[in-house]
């Protein structure tokens, strides 16, 4: 049974940095194929694509956060963790983590999420 | 990047109706495009992948089809617990990108 659970402040001010931490079971972040995902919904708005971490330590970034953004993974611990500098208001949205893999039948989409986190960007 | 635009974005509808939604990618992205169906406060929860594949406990009366840029997602008799907003979403390159939804609401 594959979980994944998301965490992290609830609340973080502008200009600061967003660390938040996926945590998983159920899959290995070491078998050839997978990914763990980080997804966004400001509130009332659209699913948008954050960045992408795999098996083999190979990471995409979406090309407007890149530079903002770092994604990490700790087999060990069966976490993801993603950072996002210089947090704005607009960054208000809850963030979600999902796996995916790129080998098998289930390719490519976002099979597995985590419940979701509301992170609200606020002095 | 690949966009994908869904029509309609909002969809009106009875309980029985047989209602298609359609999400149209800016190039071609082959078969990789899954669907999504979310409930307020909810995640995202996979229905469709590789356009056409039943996710596992998906009921049947969803369907999808499509290759290339155009494709559907088809609920065959709409049923009360179908009311949410669905997602395209496609896996063919990067950023992987989503569709900006379609509310589907009891008329």
């Known amino acids: 049974q594959i979980t994944l659970k998301e965490s992290g402040p609830t609340l973080v001010k502008p200009t600061q940095t967003l660390t938040l931490t996926c945590t998983f079971s159920?899959?290995?972040?070491?078998?050839?194929?997978?990914?763990v995902g980080w997804i966004r919904q400001p509130p009332g708005k659209a699913l948008e694509w954050l960045a992408l971490?795999?098996?083999?330590?190979?990471?995409r970034h979406s090309p407007s956060l890149k530079s903002r953004l770092t994604i990490t993974k700790d087999t060990s611990k069966n976490q993801v963790v993603l950072t996002m500098t210089n947090m704005d208001p607009v960054d208000t949205a809850t963030y979600y983590c999902?796996?995916?893999?790129?080998?098998?039948?289930?390719?490519?989409?976002?099979?597995?999420w985590g419940q979701g986190t509301l992170v609200t960007v606020s002095s | 990047d690949i966009q994908l635009t869904q029509s309609p974005s909002f969809l009106s509808a009875s309980v029985g109706d047989r209602v298609t939604i359609t999400c149209r990618a800016s190039?071609?992205?082959?078969?990789?495009l899954g669907w999504y169906q979310q409930k307020p406060g909810k995640a995202p929860k996979l229905l469709i992948y590789?356009?056409?594949t039943l996710q596992s406990g998906v009921p049947s009366r969803f369907s999808g089809g499509g290759s290339g840029t155009e494709f559907t997602l088809t609920i065959s008799s709409l049923q009360p617990e179908d009311f949410a907003t669905y997602y395209c979403?496609?896996?063919?390159?990067?950023?992987?990108?989503f569709g900006q939804g379609t509310k589907v609401e009891i008329k």
């Open positions: 999902a796996h995916t893999s790129i080998y098998g039948v289930l390719v490519r989409v976002f099979d597995y």
């Open positions: 590789g356009a056409s």
């Open positions: 971490i795999y098996w083999d330590d190979d990471k």
């Open positions: 190039q071609g992205i082959s078969i990789y």
């Open positions: 159920g899959f290995s972040l070491s078998s050839s194929g997978v990914g």
């Open positions: 979403q496609q896996g063919n390159g990067y950023p992987r990108t």
